[in-house]
């Protein structure tokens, strides 16, 4: 048994546990080709975010590895925060582990700065830099780690995502028509285009076993389409 993944399956099953219980499940033109054994997508909508995805690739009997991505937009007339939150791991480590409320029209957002107030508090044994596309979208406060491995900080981890999914869940609904449509679809489109410009992005699922040209058709449709 694996500690490191069984900690990360737990948080995979309370994402979809709090989607489920909060927005409705949707399929979305042209994900079918993205779910197979192996590869996890799954797409929810509510009145509050206009998206919510989990992406899971399971490679543990191929490649040793998994890896998770969930995203979640919300509708273009609320100014909460985009929640991002993205894992890989081995069998007895988390290699990178990454998770921000980013802002779409509103940079000093409460939730952000609540979510600021609780990443203060985490520590981690190697923290990650982040390149420049990322500091073009993310916090300061965003959560970025490395090289995690011991029990005190998998715990952390999972009591970390959470809490931050429940709080996010909770505290959505409040800022429904509190933005401008057209600035949020700029807002939000601009989060998904630094967030392809991410060299690890296909790299890292090129890695998994997945077909190259697939894994870009995925990043450029599915896992951060435009808004049109």
Not at 8 to 24: A, M, P, R, S
Not at 56 to 66: F, H, I, Q, S
Not at 181 to 200: F, G, I, L, V, W
Request: glycine content about 4%; overall charge negative.
């Amino acid at each position: 048994m694996s500690e490191v993944w069984n900690t990360l399956v737990d948080i995979q099953n309370h994402l979809i546990k709090k989607f489920d219980e909060t927005g409705v499940e949707v399929q979305e033109p042209g994900m079918d080709k993205f779910n197979k054994p192996g590869w996890l997508n799954r797409v929810w909508t509510s009145d509050s975010y206009r998206r919510a995805h989990v992406d899971v690739v399971d490679a543990r009997d191929t490649r040793g590895l998994w890896m998770m991505h969930c995203c979640v937009f919300p509708q273009l007339h609320n100014n909460a925060p985009i929640f991002g939150l993205d894992v890989i791991a081995g069998k007895n480590k988390i290699t990178g582990f990454f998770h921000d409320y980013s802002p779409t029209t509103d940079p000093d957002h409460p939730m952000i700065y609540d979510f600021g107030q609780g990443a203060s508090e985490m520590e981690w044994n190697k923290p990650r830099e982040l390149p420049e596309w990322a500091r073009a979208i993310f916090t300061k406060h965003m959560i970025a780690a490395g090289n995690v491995t011991n029990s005190e900080e998998l715990a952390q981890i999972l009591d970390l995502s959470i809490e931050s999914t429940d709080n996010y869940l909770s505290l959505i609904a409040s800022f429904n028509f509190q933005a401008d449509d057209e600035e949020n679809k700029s807002a939000q489109n601009r989060y998904a285009h630094y967030q392809k410009q991410n060299p690890h992005t296909p790299k890292t699922m090129t890695a998994l076993g997945l077909d190259e040209m697939e894994v870009t058709q995925f990043i450029h449709e599915c896992l951060f389409p435009d808004l049109k």
